[in-house]
């Protein structure tokens, strides 16, 4: 099975300020990626696919970049609705995996 | 707009069944494979399975095969889990998405498995 895994696990960013999130694959996925935003009490929220391809409605703020193991979701300025819990997942490989998340709280 | 509307959560006793459903609207329900993912308390998500538009390709998480099982029905627009042998370590929120890009999710339904 792929392991997604994700750091930090928990990033402070003021807003205003740039996040950046990694997350590393256990083997290549190519392209095969993607980015979720989860609120307490909601449910994920697809934000970017296929590595760096906005979802529909998804500000420009937003960004995601890499291939293979090495991927960045990266939000320019931050916005106080930005702050939430974010997944990777791949797609390349059954069963299709996530990573554990990288909690973004304000600073 | 598009909406997914789980349903049939609720409390089970270990080795118990339930069977959840996922009302689907505002899209073309049979062009688009369809998902099941859980977040048990406090943790990530998991994948538990998937099926085709047509219902000809389903997968499963080892987790779960051999006791779940994925269906869908086209003409009422609905996802299906039948879930058998339920262990207490399946205790999450199930939700159901649209697409193998999970572009749209369901509020999700809680499965508490307790005795």
């Known amino acids: 099975e792929m392991v997604m895994t994700q750091s930090p696990a928990t990033l402070s960013v003021s807003p205003g300020e740039r996040a950046t999130l990694s997350c590393r694959a256990s083997?290549?996925?190519?392209?095969?990626l993607a980015w979720y935003q989860q609120k307490p009490g909601q449910a994920p929220r697809l934000l970017i696919y296929g590595a760096s391809t906005r979802a529909t409605g998804i500000p420009a703020r937003f960004s995601g970049s890499g291939s293979g193991t090495e991927f960045t979701l990266t939000i320019s300025s931050l916005q106080s609705e930005d702050f939430a819990v974010y997944y990777c997942?791949?797609?390349?490989?059954?069963?299709?995996?996530f990573g554990q998340g990288t909690k973004l709280e304000i600073k | 707009q598009v909406q997914l509307v789980e349903s049939g959560g609720g409390l089970v006793k270990p080795g118990g069944s339930l069977r959840l459903s996922c009302a689907a609207s505002a899209f073309t329900f049979s062009d688009y494979y369809m998902s099941w993912i859980r977040q048990a308390p406090g943790k990530g998500l998991e994948w538990i399975s998937y099926?085709?538009?047509?219902?000809?390709?389903?997968n499963y998480a080892d987790s779960v095969k051999g006791r779940f099982t994925i269906s869908r029905d086209n003409a009422k627009n609905s996802l299906y889990l039948q879930m058998n042998s339920l262990r207490v370590e399946d205790t999450a929120v199930y939700y159901c998405a649209r697409n193998l890009d999970l572009r749209d999710w369901g509020q999700g339904t809680l499965v508490t498995v307790s005795s």
């Open positions: 997942q791949q797609y390349n490989n059954w069963p299709y995996t």
């Open positions: 099926i085709s538009s047509g219902s000809s390709i389903t």
């Open positions: 083997q290549s996925v190519s392209s095969n």
